[in-house]
């Protein structure tokens, strides 16, 4: 029996001790989210989504606290979270936690330099606020593809200008976008529902809007609910249907945040999670794992099959030409690294708006108003691009290596449900 009561003694001591060490977490965890709101009120795009206390959200409006206020204060949060590390023993969970909120706090001092007027390179940029640095590539490099592009689409003109011709016999007319969309989503969301358990109530609405940078956003509202909106401004093409569905959607950005909602926010009162900030690490991971996603719902035989008896017969569109149309997309998919050599040209000031957007169709083969498009886009959001590919690989990869190749289906949605419910942040997908 004395063996017994020293056992739960020393049980007691442990469980106090865990509590003690989750209450000092919980306390850097609710300065880090009131920081975020802080510097929110200094760069609009920065909260993308807040659903905690609304009380703290008043509080950073009426505070207005400066630049510099709000780096010395993140400065001595982390000088506190660097006291309160985790032992290795300790919960994965825990541990992850510890380091997400160190790197979304880095990140935070990263962006409060920046606007006050500290000059970054490209690369130096994204590795301060988004935990990863994108490869170089030359002309070159992007040779292959185009070359083979160049017998796939014969004809008078550019590449670019032949692409864009071909690319214009799959444009969803306006009047069967809702109805293409919708049957897209309803793919994306069984697909992800035989996999992943979501909460009761789950939802969101879709709007269509015009005038945007972007093609589509994820306007995460709390409470289980998105806002999901897609840009009409330029010709919407048949893949953006599944592709938008997938990463706006299911298993995208709404899963990701419902998933966190429920897993860190409810269930373990991690309350950082309530608050988004965009120019952060988390971005990468939820960038990357919205697109990585399209193709864990879609494996490619199975987006074929979809395209051909859902989502081109909806849209109105010939379904026999949906495998040249994906040959010729995957082919172009291999430019994707384009974007990020013309963005890091334009803002490390090698070359100017203008030749960016020459660039962007010359090796991206974007057409002149979707190069505009994208260099508005990098204007506004800056080496965010790299989350989009380089994040869908290094997403890829993680996952593909975790679920033992990534060919067993099951475990490659479990893998990535587990990411999508965890704080992994960019460099920990490498370890
Ligand atoms: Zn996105």
Redesign the pocket.
């Known amino acids: 029996m004395k063996g017994l009561y020293a056992l739960a003694a020393c049980l007691a001591v442990i469980i106090t001790s865990d509590a003690a060490e989750n209450n000092a977490m919980n306390a850097l965890a609710e300065r880090y989210v009131k920081l975020v709101l802080a510097l929110g009120q200094h760069d609009a795009d920065y909260v993308d989504a807040y659903y905690g206390p609304q009380e703290w959200r008043k509080q950073a409006d009426t505070d207005k606290r400066t630049l510099a206020d709000i780096d010395r204060e993140a400065a001595s949060t982390l000088t506190a979270l660097a006291a309160a590390r985790p032992g290795a023993s300790a919960d994965e969970a825990v541990r992850l936690r510890h380091e997400y909120l160190t790197k979304q706090l880095g990140a935070l001092r990263a962006r409060v330099s920046m606007l006050e007027g500290r000059k970054l390179t490209f690369d130096e940029e994204s590795r301060a606020l988004y935990d990863a640095v994108a490869p170089t590539h030359s002309e070159s490099e992007f040779d292959a593809a185009l070359k083979e592009l160049e017998t796939k689409l014969p004809g008078q003109g550019t590449l670019t200008e032949r692409f864009d011709t071909f690319r214009s016999q799959f444009v969803i007319p306006k009047d069967r976008l809702d109805a293409t969309f919708k049957a897209a989503i309803e793919g994306c969301r069984s697909r992800t529902r035989e996999h992943i358990s979501l909460p009761p109530g789950e939802s969101f609405t879709v709007e269509y809007v015009t005038n945007k940078s972007w093609s589509g956003y994820?306007w995460y509202q709390g409470h289980y609910r998105s806002i999901i909106q897609v840009n009409t401004d330029l010709p919407i093409y048949a893949d953006r249907a599944i592709d938008l569905a997938c990463?706006?959607g299911y298993p995208g950005?709404h899963v990701y945040n419902v998933l966190l909602e429920k897993i860190l926010v409810r269930d373990r009162g991690w309350v950082e999670f309530s608050v988004y900030p965009l120019h952060s690490p988390q971005s990468l991971i939820?960038?990357g794992s919205?697109n990585y996603g399209i193709d864990v719902a879609f494996p490619k035989p199975e987006r074929l099959q979809f395209e051909r008896t859902v989502i081109f017969p909806t849209a109105g569109l010939d379904a026999a030409a949906v495998e040249n149309y994906y040959a010729v997309l995957s082919l172009v998919d291999r430019l994707s690294y384009a974007g990020n050599e013309a963005a890091r040209r334009y803002l490390n000031g090698q070359i100017d708006a203008a030749a960016a957007a020459r660039w962007l169709e010359r090796y991206g083969l974007y057409s002149p108003p979707r190069a505009q498009q994208r260099v508005r886009f990098i204007d506004q959001y800056r080496s965010y691009v790299i989350n989009y590919n380089l994040g869908k690989d290094m997403v890829a990869r993680y996952v593909e290596s975790q679920s033992g190749g990534g060919t067993d289906a099951a475990r490659r949605w479990d893998v990535f449900t587990r990411l999508l419910s965890s704080p992994r942040l960019p460099s920990g997908l490498t370890r």
Do not use: L, P
Request: cysteine-free; glycine content about 0%.
């Open positions: 994820n990463h706006e950005h939820a960038e919205a």
